[in-house]
């Protein structure tokens, strides 16, 4: 064991060896055997010969577990403390078999409960939180992991042989289920780096219009697509005014609105819509209801985001909107974040080389983490069709 690896509190030997006070060797092994006994209810192993089996290189790792649960085991990873062959297996099974609740209350999560309680997380002050930990990390970063396009949202796999296809056919079914035509316009809620915009001027000529929080996915969408119709616009959902239009979408945006601004955010989307016309909501959604995201991945990947459940969502629209058809495809984005890691992993040396092998492990963590939630059906994604009024006659369902 090395310096680095050993806890505070050991004692120099003359030989400069170190020997351990009896207290700190009880400290350790109680640490380790209780996340041991924690994790074998998932079948996972340390030091195991299995790929999903955690190899242990700092015993610190224990503690940190049991100290700040989801957080704590995070940065133990992004600090080398321990290495998997096959993350998404692990997660996997830690996340079916529940093991953050049977973990139980730790500090970080306490705080952020009660942040989350105490204060509105996604207020339009702090909407740029996320585009400054996320969106707004260097192009090459999202170059390397998605697909041409640049789509951070679930792909639509069927009848797809690849993540560029897959990620065409989602655009091209978004546009088919609002019924979009030439000369339409249509609003995107937190239009990303512009592959709904692009696509739905380009492929469908329509007049697009798109806000985000993030500069650099505004200066993106006006190089790349200068000269359609494509308007994005730096700016928070809820202080947009303009006139209304014929469609509204919003793709992967929802996860950032916050339960406290479900009700704004549809009154929004209502008074952009005419009273003809049609609202598609793409996003991710939890099978029961939580005040909070995973705390490692509330402060490294996404902050003060919020998944809904679908309760939360049809209780919000009551009295604005009419539920047309859901759709969920949750298994999708396993295989898209899968795919994600594969892209992401075959320029990893580059990435290394650029921005640090401590931001590699995060990004990988977070890519494996979430397959593993959408593989063991944890969380769902989907889009949800939304109507004024009701289609008279009924809505027809495209798939």
């Keep these: 064991m090395t310096d680095s690896q050993t806890p505070t509190g050991y004692a120099a030997r003359l030989d400069g060896s170190f020997s351990w006070p009896l207290r700190q060797w009880k400290r350790v092994f109680d640490a380790r055997h209780a996340v041991e006994s924690l ?12 790929s999903w089996d955690i190899r242990v290189h700092n015993e610190r790792l224990f503690k940190r577990v049991l100290a700040e649960g989801s957080l704590g085991f995070g940065e133990a990873y992004m600090d080398g403390d321990w290495d998997c062959a096959a993350l998404d297996q692990l997660f996997d099974r830690l996340i079916s078999a529940r093991i953050g609740d049977r973990l139980g209350m730790t500090l970080p999560l306490a705080l952020l409960m009660l942040a989350a309680r105490l204060t509105n997380r996604q207020s339009v002050a702090r909407s740029a939180d996320v585009a400054k930990a996320h969106y707004d990390l260097p192009i ?8 041409k396009r640049l789509t951070a949202s679930c792909a639509y796999w069927k009848d797809a042989p690849t993540l560029d296809q897959a990620q065409e056919n989602k655009l091209d079914l978004i546009c088919r289920k609002i019924g979009l035509k030439p000369g339409f ?3 995107d809620i937190g239009c990303g780096w512009g592959s709904f915009v ?3 001027a380009e492929r469908y000529g329509a007049n697009a219009t798109g806000v985000t929080v993030s500069r650099e996915q505004v200066d993106y969408i006006r190089r790349r697509y200068a000269g359609l119709a494509v308007q994005p616009l730096l700016l928070d959902y809820r202080l947009y005014r303009g006139p209304q239009v014929d469609r509204v979408v919003s793709v992967g945006m929802f996860e950032h609105v916050g339960a406290k601004n479900f009700r704004i955010y549809f009154e929004c989307a209502r008074r952009l819509l005419k009273e003809d016309g049609i609202f598609l909501l793409h996003t991710i959604w939890e099978n029961e209801r939580y005040p909070v995201i995973d705390a490692w991945q509330d402060k490294y990947i996404f902050p003060n985001g919020d998944l809904p459940s679908l309760g939360e969502i049809t209780s919000a629209v009551e009295g604005l909107f009419v539920v047309e058809d859901v759709h969920n495809f ?3 984005y396993d295989r898209t974040l899968m795919a994600w890691n594969d892209d992401f992993q075959a320029r990893r040396l580059e990435m290394a080389s650029r921005h640090g092998q401590r931001f590699c ?4 963590y977070y890519l494996l983490q979430n397959a593993a939630a959408f593989r063991c059906r944890h969380i ?10 009701g289609l008279r006659g009924g809505y027809e369902t495209v798939r």
């Design 39 to 50: 994790f074998a209810l998932a079948d996972v192993h340390f030091d195991g010969a299995r």
């Design 140 to 147: 090459d970063i999202h170059e390397a992991t998605y697909d």
């Design 185 to 187: 316009s249509v609003f």
């Design 198 to 200: 692009g696509f739905a």
């Design 330 to 332: 949750g298994a999708d």
């Design 361 to 364: 492990r995060m990004w990988e």
């Design 380 to 389: 769902n994604v989907g889009q949800l069709v939304l109507t004024p009024h």
